[in-house]
């Protein structure tokens, strides 16, 4: 079946703005997710956007929504090193019941 | 401590062995989940379960066999293991979808 797509990698400076973009498959999910995973630890949930919304703002982070393109980004304002992680967009798929499918995860890199 | 755990975190074994890996949780959350992480693949679904003696399978099932006899326990058997299920598992739960608690993982070599 397709998968949720990520790009790999994306290396910013301290201080810039990260844009992190993911690609998903079902234009019925309800909700579209981003997880943070730190280095040795588990995922934690880091923002979440309601399919009916084109855009929500948290403090530095910023998620737009295109459904029309099941196009999904994070916008990460101010990047700091403590950013440096691993961010995985992931979606409810119909066919999954109430299991969250993920993208392969693109790790951020914050040079000083 | 309330949360979510999992043993163990590290974990050495021989092709054919059975192996568990361990998860429990203190939130009394519905649904649990495991999860395999590798490079290149990312987070792949292995099994979750909606309540005790409910499971289903998820994107990569095989050779893994589960169970859910009480809420807070969900451990995951690998009935024979290979090389090819050389891992980092992850454990998480939710009472409902989206917000998923994980495990800090668990680490498994086959040799």
């Known amino acids: 079946g397709e998968d949720v797509e990520q790009s790999l990698f994306l290396s910013v400076r301290e201080g810039d703005s990260s844009v992190i973009n993911c690609t998903y498959t079902?234009?019925?999910?309800?909700?579209l997710y981003w997880y943070k995973q730190e280095p040795g630890a588990g995922l934690q949930l880091l923002t979440y956007?309601?399919?009916?919304?084109d855009m929500k703002q948290d403090q530095r982070l910023t998620v737009l929504l295109n459904k029309k393109d099941k196009h999904l980004s994070l916008r990460i304002a101010d990047t700091q090193t403590g950013d440096s992680a691993i961010y995985f967009c992931?979606?409810?798929?119909?066919?999954?019941?109430?299991?969250?499918?993920f993208g392969k995860g693109t790790t951020l890199s914050v040079s000083s | 401590d309330a949360g979510i755990t999992q043993s163990p975190r590290y974990k050495i074994t021989e092709t054919g062995r059975q192996v568990t890996l361990m998860c429990h949780q203190t939130?009394?959350?519905?649904?649990m989940f495991w999860y395999r992480q590798d490079l290149g693949h990312g987070l792949r679904l292995i099994y979750y379960s909606a309540a005790a003696d409910i499971t289903d399978k998820g994107e990569v099932p095989d050779g893994y066999v589960v169970s859910r006899s009480k809420t807070e326990n969900f451990p995951l058997t690998l009935e024979s293991a290979t090389r090819s299920q050389t891992s980092v598992y992850f454990c998480a739960s939710s009472e409902s979808t989206g917000e998923l608690f994980f495990g800090e993982g668990s680490r498994l070599t086959v040799l």
């Open positions: 079902d234009s019925s999910s309800t909700y």
């Open positions: 956007i309601f399919s009916n919304m």
């Open positions: 992931a979606e409810v798929p119909s066919q999954a019941g109430t299991a969250l499918i």
């Open positions: 939130w009394s959350h519905s649904y």
